[in-house]
């Protein structure tokens, strides 16, 4: 059971209750019962306990009188206050940042995805050892001994840092398998999109939808943490990979960001960033601001993206037709906002708008465009024709003298490889 508390200026005081109710939901997430909440204004945090001694006293009381055996703030402590706080509540306290790392643990499914969480855990508990002890409990073995009449906290320092290189060298070998496959895509003329937004937003749910697969979903915070890949089947027939990945949050942890960095690689080679929002939140505004912060701290905001505005059967008409006109500024009409090329409104559970959404993704992959033309078959070349209609869209079919002319519309690679191939002849494939 935890006792949740935040400190912000009185200026931020809508910003500062919605980031407590996420603090709320991610208590939830973690597996805590939430006793009770308080806010603080403070205009500067107290350098020894964050909150100061008369509010320190208050949530002592409080949580007494909920039973609680935890506080968690929203914010990060120094070691300094962290020792403090917990002397002074007789509790286990915990600040927002070790409590996503906590989740993040619990959530991990692949070695991949544990090895990042990992290191940003001892990233976080290095400099907190002189307030937390040595809490090592967690770390495997192979850690050479501390030499005579080594103090016991340096000797734990030595085998964090020890065991961060190693954690380093492990995910350096991730990123360089990653990037083999992503060669590999590249060579088999792979297109790759990208889901991101703000955790909660209906990724895996959308991702779903879009590739008929089974990925876990849950309104739970961060119920996707280890990356999935699988084929998009598009009109064009292109060959598209769609990835799910983390969701986002407002003040994600630096070095999160930097353990995860060689999962979040994965979006610089995206040739479209899905930018998925949940259109029923009131502060989706700044959720959208906080996951294009994370965009442009990682170097692809100038991706092209589609805005994917989802969970619209949770709105009502009126609020459809209103977020309709705040998106397109044209009045509220709701069939307006189909004409948008960069938004587009789904509900991933109930399949509305996802055959827009496809036909815009198609679109908006400007990589191996797809083209119209007239392919000249034989007769007897089936598997030409098989092929075709594999991995294009057939238009039209007539048979004349012996051959087969095909109206198909197929990538760019496509007619490349059926010219090179000699299964049409040029001038035909020549006619768009």
Known sequence: MGWASSRRKPPATSDAEESLAELRDLATSAGAQVAGSILQHSPKPDPATLVGRGKVEEVRGRAQAAGADLVLLDHDLTPTQLRNLEHALDRKVLDRTQLILDIFARRARTREGQLQVELAQLNYLLPRLGGRGTLLS???GGIGTRGPGEQQLEFDRRRIRARIRKLREAIERVRSQRALHR???RDQNFLT?????????GKSTLFNALTRSTVTTSSRLFATLDPTVRALELESRRPVLLSDTVGFIRKLPTHLVAAFRATLEELAEAN???QVSDASQEEREQQDAAVEALLEALGVAATPRLHVWNKIDLLEPRERERLTASLRGCGSKP???AADADEVMIS???GEGLNTLRRRIDEALKEDPVVETQVELSASDGEGL???HRHGTVLSTRHEDGRVLVRVRVASSLRARLNARGVASPKALARN
Do not use: K
């Open 138 to 140: 967690r770390l495997g």
């Open 183 to 185: 060669a590999h895509r």
């Open 193 to 201: 999109v990208a889901l991101v937004g703000y955790t909660n937003a």
């Open 272 to 274: 479209l960033i899905l």
């Open 335 to 337: 069939d307006a906002f």
């Open 348 to 350: 991933a559970l109930t």
């Open 386 to 388: 098989a092929l075709l």
